[in-house]
């Protein structure tokens, strides 16, 4: 029997690591793969290709990048049509899009199919190897391996690499609004990336229900299916868009996006380079691609909407596995029921008696309270300990893994500590309290998250187990083993998924998950009298991966530190100031920011110009005014008609430069036109901070506003011109930034920034 219980504890660690393994294809490099599959290597080729500089909207490896995707199409025999244009999209974000679009002809003259991703990279120092080179080159590399089977498809298959998505999904936006072919489109395939590395996520977009999309996306039988309704939830609560937000919210039109999260640290950062995409990631963008492409080409794309939606989530060798909402509530009854006839059960053969069930809620309550606290103030803990984590904004550190691992093994030691405590409790009478709680978890998601309704799945393999400790003294370890094993292959991967996906800050999601998931090898564990050694042993092996992630803290080549500088020039005052964003700064720029009376720490900038995670100047200080050019404004009208002041004006650089970004004072515009676009009324009405227009640059473009306002009101804009040209500007020695630091993403970042006010009374 002790020798089955070990073997049967091994097999849960070996489920455990199953539970991550199965999510993904091996790779191998050099493998020879036939022109008709999709092979890797060939992949890889494409995003050597694409991300060998930065090539963000404005820069000179966009062209470049266009170029080379145009030309990889033209190879397959495709003919290829550009379609350029500005676009404002829903930020206030206005770009000339320049969207590259191929078509393979169908036999039939039904609804499309579309495969898209987007070339331009992150501004302004990512290489966009896996955003989205990968996804540029999967398309590429799967669209080549399609037209090697010399078959002519039965719908038409649209190949959309679209642009200015970094800018505001301003791409979409044109493709949608402006390009015939939008009008007869039945489904969209979207792949992106939020990382280098990790499972790529199967996300649904839809208006309505997603039964009929589930039901196909389960013929078309991809092997790595990796997906769930809980994700699926989430994703809908976040702000995140891609370029399929645009086909649903603007052309109603469904699709899949596929995205990988994992090594969130290199995302929009000078480390998201061809070296770094993990190879198995983009064979597992390959591994969607491939069956549907060959199934969505061939079957009919004109009635997947669906008013009606299903719970789904993806488990080892049966892949992805869905069943109706109408389902919840009898499946969540049948458990409540099961619940209540077996409690009834025990208390009957007296395998329970109500004190020492009561005693079952105490390790509860308190293996909860413990772990959730701990993993709450976990990040905020890690931060004051290593101040310049406030750096990475990400919120994923570089040794975050390890962070995950230790918290997850702290987590499991707690529960050991605290149910060897209660070792005299019976197990049976120890479980009435986890399945009472697990009840509760899913009758609340049911009301309140219904995508997570599939909890009740593993809880009957828990109830099963309850059954058996009931009636057998010394039950079946691998009996019990096997009844646990759905929530193994369910929950683990949770563990690591809401950290990666969210940051470190959701450390408590991972503690949680633990303890949740112990409960489940409750029947198993308490078979052991070992329960102490367990936490013992879990407790040493969270020392040792502390220890290593201490270690690995520091930052280093192979870690760097991100990192500011700009220099800000105030035209109106005649003054300048050299600024950062950094908490923590580093030799690079403290010789500009030493900590002296004239150094200012200054959170206001949040006001100003405008950033992801609203990050304003941490650090100012004074700075040789620099005779920069400023940018030409020309008041082309301002009048009043009827009850309407209508201004109208034209800014021109007189420098090379990336980007103008106009603020108002606080008032209502009416009406407002940029570069002929005019911005809608929902952006109007909800700008942040006085935010009219951000106008990513390309060819030195003028900006030109039309407004319309209240004829009583003062109008006051305030002007901020970047360019990118700090490190390579001749009137500047700022030495190039070390080995050890990148580029701080997400930021203006080594710029010169004028900023210039017009008054209009």
Not at 683 to 701: A, C, E, F, P, V
């Amino acid at each position: 029997m002790n020798l089955s219980r070990t073997i049967a504890l091994f097999l849960v660690a070996l489920a455990v690591y199953w539970s991550f393994k199965s999510l993904m294809p091996s790779y191998k490099t050099g493998q020879e793969v036939a022109t008709a599959s999709f092979s890797v290597d060939r992949a890889l080729e494409h995003v050597k290709n694409i991300s060998a500089e930065p090539h963000a909207v404005g820069f000179i490896g966009h062209e470049r990048t266009a170029a080379y995707i145009i030309g990889e199409l033209n190879k397959m025999g495709l003919q290829t049509s550009i379609q350029e244009g500005y676009t404002a999209g829903d930020w206030g974000n206005l770009s000339k899009a320049t969207n590259i679009i191929a078509k393979i002809k169908g036999k039939e003259s039904g609804k499309s199919l579309v495969l898209i991703s987007h070339y331009d990279s992150s501004p302004h120092s990512s290489f966009g190897a896996s955003d989205a080179g990968s996804g540029v080159a999967t398309i590429l590399e799967g669209v080549s391996a399609f037209l090697a089977q010399n078959k002519t498809p039965k719908n038409d298959i649209i190949i959309l690499i679209t642009d200015s998505e970094e800018l505001g999904l301003n791409g979409a936006d044109l493709f949608v609004k402006k390009h015939p072919l939008a009008k007869n489109i039945g489904l969209v395939l979207n792949f992106e990336a939020r990382g280098s590395g990790g499972p790529s996520y199967m996300l649904i977009e839809t208006n309505r229900g997603n039964s009929k999309l589930i039901e196909e996306f389960v013929k078309a039988n991809p092997d790595y299916p990796v997906a769930n309704s809980l994700a699926y939830s989430i994703y809908k609560m976040l702000p995140n868009d891609t370029d399929l937000t645009v086909f649903r919210e603007d052309g109603d039109i469904e699709g899949f996006n596929f995205a990988f999260i994992d090594d969130h640290f290199d995302y929009h950062t000078a480390l998201d380079t061809y070296e770094r995409l993990d190879r198995k990631t983009l064979a597992h963008q390959g591994s969607y691609l491939m069956p549907l492409l060959d199934h969505f080409s061939e079957n009919s794309l004109d009635n997947l909407k669906s008013l009606n939606d299903h719970v789904y989530f993806n488990i080892p060798f049966f892949k992805l596995v869905s069943y109706p909402f109408e389902w919840i509530w009898p499946m969540f009854g049948l458990a409540v029921l099961l619940f209540i006839i077996l409690v009834g059960v025990g208390l009957k053969k007296k395998a329970l008696d109500l004190k020492s069930l009561g005693k079952g809620f105490a390790p509860l309550l308190l293996v909860l309270l413990i772990n959730s606290t701990f993993g709450w103030f976990s990040w905020s803990a890690l931060k004051w300990w290593y101040p310049g984590y406030k750096d990475m904004l990400h919120g994923f550190t570089y040794n975050g893994h390890s962070y995950i691992l230790a918290f997850a093994l702290f987590a499991l030691s707690v529960c050991f500590f605290v149910y060897n405590r209660f070792r005299k409790v019976s197990t049976p009478n120890l479980l009435v309290a986890p399945i009472f709680l697990w009840l509760v978890i899913c009758g609340l998601v049911s009301v309140y998250l219904q995508g997570a309704s599939f909890f009740v799945v593993p809880l009957f393999g828990l109830l099963a187990a309850f059954l058996v400790t009931i009636n057998q003294e010394k039950p079946s370890s691998f009996l019990l083993l096997f009844l646990a094993l759905p929530a193994i292959f369910m929950y683990a991967p949770f563990i690591k998924m809401f950290p990666v996906g969210l940051g470190l800050k959701m450390m408590v999601a991972s503690t949680v998950f633990v303890t949740l998931l112990y409960f489940y090898l409750l029947p198993l564990f308490g078979l052991s009298k070992h329960k102490m050694r367990f936490g013992i042993i879990t407790i040493l092996f969270y020392v040792v991966v502390s220890i290593s992630a201490h270690i690995n803290s520091d930052f280093s080549d192979e870690r760097p530190k991100p990192s500011s500088l700009l220099y800000v020039y105030d035209a109106d005052a005649k003054k300048a100031n050299w600024a950062t964003y950094d908490n923590v700064l580093i030799g690079w720029n403290s010789q500009y920011l030493v900590e002296t009376e004239n150094s200012t720490q200054d959170d206001s900038t949040n006001k100003t110009i405008s950033s992801k995670y609203s990050t304003g100047f941490t650090y100012t200080s004074d700075a040789p005014t620099k005779p920069l050019p400023e940018p030409e404004t020309i008041i082309t009208r301002d009048t009043i008609v009827n009850e309407n002041r209508m201004i109208s004006l034209c800014i021109t650089p007189k420098r090379n430069v990336n980007r103008l970004e106009v603020f108002t004072n606080d008032i209502n515009i009416n009406k407002a036109t940029v570069n002929g676009i005019e911005l809608s009324d929902f952006y109007l009405q909800n700008r942040r901070n006085g935010k009219l227009i951000t106008h990513y640059i390309s060819n030195n473009d003028y900006t030109e506003i039309e407004l319309e306002l209240a004829k009583d009101k003062k109008l006051e804009l305030t002007l901020y011109e970047a360019a990118n040209d700090l490190l390579t500007n001749n009137q500047f020695s700022v030495p190039k930034r070390p080995k050890n630091s990148i580029p701080m993403p997400f930021v203006l970042n080594d710029a010169t920034l004028i900023i210039k006010k017009l008054t209009f009374e």
